[in-house]
């Protein structure tokens, strides 16, 4: 059996305060507890650094490119151009700390497998995504994760099953129960001056074309007419690259009275525990939403889109707390976010007496880990 040190080197393609950055965050917090060692590559400075640090993580920076869609032939060219670079200053990374396990935190990070290879080191990849922009890199990334991963590790069956071939195991990022809790309701509203007594449906994630909140916002006459005393919260900052479709939405949304339009917020925590409604209007199949996992965690009724990774997060929260529908139905996202809301007015009271709806996990991280480790 080898003897390969407890210690991980996890590489991560960007640098943000995204979902898979702090879906990574909250592992490295569960694995340092449990004894690990751990490392980040990243391709910058992470404005989640001192989180990190006090997780127990260390940050490296490796310059790397993302894979995008959006990217020129020019770009590309430097992608290519700068691989091997990137891979060089990689595995002396490597040579350096040395690793038990190398973990690449993305299906789109094509970086770590090829270290991994070269410094005979167990590869864990994590696959954080349904790839319907293009078909080439999908077959990549299945050849790539059928001969380049000790195992890989998805985000839900949706992810998995466009991994033919793979050996994958399904463990949901479940969020941390002292951070997402129904007992945090009642700081929010009184923070951003909303009455407690407001039926309040909200919606939140980064500001993308496709995550649905031109849906959201075409729902609200509906919602308004049904239910006059209801308003709406959205919290979210813009990818980078739609910054002008993010203000347009956030004009759009000024036009209504209704709308209270936020923009980044650091305590979605308290944000989601004070809601009566979540609904996650995405256009295209969520890999798995953690913001969604974070609001039912908090005890909030949700709406969700019947695609992804979506229903299958449902599938254990109780019917009469949620609510599914199809993609683009703003008529149907009104309609089911009007049936969750309290008959009467809101209260912190009926907030803080709701229960978590925790997803359940037959297999740890630390299990996974520690296997590819030893293996």
Same mark, same amino acid.
């Given at each position: ?5 407890k ?6 393609p ?23 060692d751990?490392h ?31 990217g ?24 350096t ?5 190398l973990?690449?935190n ?17 590869h864990?990849w ?10 080439a ?19 839900? /069956? #949706? +992810? %998995?099953?466009?991994? @033919?071939? !793979?050996?994958?195991v ?6 941390? $129960? *002292? ?21 309040l ?30 308003q709406?919260?959205?919290?979210? /900052? #813009? +990818? %980078?690259?739609?910054? @002008?479709? !993010? ?9 209504? $009275? *209704?709308v ?5 917020r ?32 908090s ?7 019947a ?10 929260a ?7 529908? !199809? ?5 149907a ?30 297999t ?12």
């Open positions: 059996m080898a003897t390969r040190t210690r991980i080197l996890s590489v991560q960007v640098s943000e305060r995204g979902g898979s950055d702090l879906c990574l965050l909250r592992m490295m917090r569960e694995l340092a507890d449990l004894g690990w751990c980040v590559a990243m391709p910058e400075d992470s404005p989640l650094a001192e989180e990190f640090a006090a997780a127990g993580a260390t940050l490296h920076v490796i310059p790397m490119r993302r894979i995008t869609k959006s020129s032939a020019r770009y590309w060219v430097g992608y290519a151009v700068r691989w091997p670079l990137s891979e060089f200053r990689l595995w002396r990374l490597v040579r700390i040395r690793p038990g396990v973990h690449s993305s299906l789109h990070s094509w970086y770590g497998w090829a270290v991994a290879r070269a410094m005979r080191l167990p864990l994590h696959a954080r995504e349904i790839v319907i922009q293009s078909s890199a999908l077959r990549l990334e299945q050849w790539l994760t059928r001969h380049f991963a000790y195992k890989v590790i998805a985000v839900s /069956g #949706a +992810v %998995a099953e466009q991994l @033919d071939g !793979a050996d994958v399904v463990i949901h990022d479940v969020p941390d $129960s *002292a951070e997402f809790s129904p007992i945090k309701a009642g700081r929010f509203r009184s923070r951003v001056g909303i009455d407690d007594a407001t039926p449906i909200g919606a939140a994630g980064r500001i993308d074309t496709w995550k649905g909140f031109d849906i959201v916002l075409d729902a609200i006459p509906a919602i308004v007419a049904a239910r006059p005393d209801a709406l919260v959205i919290a979210g /900052g #813009a +990818v %980078a690259g739609k910054e @002008d479709y !993010a203000a347009m939405l956030a004009e759009r949304a000024a036009g209504f $009275s *209704a209270h339009w936020l923009g980044p650091n305590d979605i925590d308290d944000f989601l525990a004070d809601l009566d409604v979540f609904v996650l209007a995405s256009t295209n199949p969520e890999p798995f939403s953690t913001v969604l996992a974070e609001a039912l965690a005890g909030v009724p949700v709406v969700g889109t695609h992804g990774g979506t229903p299958e997060m449902l599938r254990e109780p019917e009469d707390k949620t609510a599914i529908i !199809a993609s683009g139905d703003s008529s996202l009104a309609a089911a976010a009007v049936s969750l809301l309290p008959s009467g007015p809101s209260s912190a009271e009926l907030r803080l007496g709701r229960h978590a709806m925790v997803l359940t996990e037959e740890t991280f630390d299990s996974i880990f520690e296997a590819a480790r030893l293996s």
